[in-house]
């Protein structure tokens, strides 16, 4: 059974009354989710915090809900806007609302932004910028792939033409790279 | 699936699959797995953990996949808790049917907020029922810590509040998870469940703050000039009483101090109120401002009996094992956490138990 098609059935039990269902979307989606969630606003407490809020209301309407064709973007929907509510909670002022609410989807954080965007320590945030820069841009196309996707090494080497081998290695060299400067 | 060599080296079990997975916690196999693997190399503990924080930092803080889904189930076991508790009249409140009942309120927003005030303002502003409510409403629950180092208390609406030496909070009559306010003078930690509709707040002398996230702590020091507010994650509101209008909205890892020792006329604000940022331990790197809370507790292939001792002192709440074989159960690990409940939460994980909290006692069973 193809991924979207569990999630329909999943989507139909969910609304029948079935709560592992519930739980079987959850497992299902929780990366993609989350990812989806720190594109928009690189704060991981409020993106999990969002990603459970959007199960836990789903149960509650589980009746008033109709079928639907595509799960996955039924639910990234509803993440953005629990996000956006959330942050307009927390302050009205809040410039990143007012950034989602006009540029929509357009302006996703990137990759880098997202991760030095994470880290409190502002030591730890240059240092990330600098060992960044010194990788090759391929380096760092197969960390993202490999860390913030979460493809196995076979995946990447067939995104990328290139043999496990050699997409190991060149995971392995970048975070040598990695290490040595955030030691 | 081989687990490495015990002479690894980092970089190749940060680039190892099935350790990634691990550490973004997909399944409770690998779970069980890794944690073997780690406990039977303890001289390799601090490598390992370098591992984790690499891959942690590269996985953009995914977070583990177990651990937020026990959250999520969690928060259906909350709503079904705050459900009864608000259309009932029950008066034994157990909060914790298990462990993160209070789910959205830790992840969401967690705040810490330090608060020291002046011994000058607390005659007069202090007990605000005696001004404005009738004589009954005194009869509102009150904490009080006193000689002991740290005393633990849960309320009603799942918030967890340690409180410091010598440190009093007093609740407002029928306090509730719809009514959720407070009076405090001392120090306190406040792990509060975050609800949009039902704020909550804690008043002082000085100032009124709100908390718009859920985790906070407060110290409040009676012979200090100053009113210190914390915050380590989340958000809160600060409201002057003194000048009504007044507030300050703080964000992560900013405090704000609050000094009115130069009274003169015209007031300035930039010199009465002033935000800064935190101050972190050398050691840890954690807010100084919380260090007083925070408990490093080396656990090595204990029973959880011993570790409920130690834990039952260092909070201050009485911890009941129910069952005899859990008392049993041998846990080793460093656990650093600012409160009874995260470090329980953290201890689950390994064995699982179930535990309940009542306002002072915490239960465990099977």
């Known amino acids: 059974m193809l991924p979207t098609e569990q999630d329909r059935k999943y989507w139909e039990q969910m609304r029948l009354g079935d709560k592992n269902a519930l739980f079987g979307l959850y497992n299902n989606l929780y990366f993609h989710l989350i990812r989806f969630g720190l594109k928009i606003n690189s ?9 459970n809020q959007v199960f836990l209301n789903l149960w509650d309407k589980r009746t008033r809900l109709n079928p639907v064709e595509n799960v996955k973007s039924y639910l990234m929907t509803s993440l953005r806007r629990c996000m956006l509510d959330q942050l307009a909670y927390i302050d009205r002022t809040n410039l990143a609302v007012n950034k989602m609410g006009n540029d929509e989807a357009k302006n996703e954080l990137s ?46 080497a067939e995104r990328t033409s290139q043999t496990v081998k050699t997409a190991y290695n060149t995971v392995y060299d970048a975070i040598k790279v990695l290490r040595k400067i955030l030691k | 699936m081989q687990l490495p060599q015990n002479d690894f080296l980092i970089e190749e079990l940060i680039c190892n699959d099935s350790f990634q997975e691990y550490c973004l916690g997909t399944s409770v196999e690998k779970h069980l797995l890794w944690e073997d693997w780690i406990n039977n190399l303890p001289e390799r503990a601090s490598d390992i953990e370098n591992a984790k924080k690499i891959v942690n930092i590269l996985t953009a803080k995914q977070g583990s996949r ?39 309120y830790i992840s969401f927003a967690a705040a810490a907020v330090i608060i020291l005030f002046s011994i000058y303002f607390i005659p007069d502003s202090y007990l605000p029922f005696k001004k404005t409510q009738s004589g009954k409403d005194l009869s509102a629950s009150v904490f009080f810590s006193g000689a002991a180092l740290r005393k ?20 407002i009559k029928n306090f509730n998870p719809a009514k959720r306010e407070l009076w405090l003078k001392g120090e306190a930690f406040f792990e509060v469940k975050h609800d949009a509709s039902h704020p909550f707040t804690v008043h002082t002398s000085i100032n009124d703050i709100k908390v718009l996230g859920t985790s906070f702590n407060v110290k409040a020091c009676v012979e200090s000039p100053v009113v210190e507010t914390s915050l380590i994650q989340g958000s809160v509101q600060v409201k002057s009483k003194i000048y009504p209008g007044y507030t300050v909205l703080l964000k992560p890892g900013q405090k704000l101090l609050y000094n009115n020792t130069n009274t003169q006329k015209g007031p300035d604000f930039k010199k009465i109120f002033i935000v800064s940022s935190l101050e972190l331990a050398h050691a840890d790197h954690k807010p100084k401002e919380i260090q007083w809370l925070r408990n490093q507790m080396i656990i090595d292939n204990e029973p959880l009996a011993l570790i409920a001792e130690k834990l039952q002192k260092w909070y201050g709440i009485e911890i009941y094992i129910a069952d005899n074989e859990v008392k049993d159960y041998r846990y080793s690990g460093t656990f650093e956490n600012e409160s009874i409940i995260k470090t329980l939460e953290a201890l689950q994980i390994a064995y699982p138990f179930e535990f309940k909290a009542t306002q002072n006692r915490i239960t465990i069973s099977k």
Request: aromatic content about 8%.
């Open chain 1, 43 to 51: 704060d991981d407490e409020l993106v999990k915090d969002c990603v």
């Open chain 2, 152 to 171: 633990t208390v849960i309320l009603t609406d799942g918030t967890v509040i340690t409180l410091n030496k010598n440190s009093e909070v007093r609740l």
């Open chain 2, 66 to 104: 177990l651990q937020q889904f026990k959250d999520l189930k969690n928060g259906f076991k909350q709503k079904e808790t705050l459900s009864l508790l608000l259309d009932g009249d029950t008066s034994e409140k157990t909060l914790y049917q298990t462990s993160r009942i209070f789910y959205n």
């Open chain 1, 111 to 156: 990759y880098e932004d997202i991760i030095i965007g994470l880290q409190q320590d502002e030591e730890i945030k240059n240092k990330l910028r600098i060992a960044i820069a010194q990788l090759t841009p391929r380096q760092f196309e197969l960390i993202q792939l490999k860390f913030f996707e979460g493809l196995s090494y076979e995946q990447i």
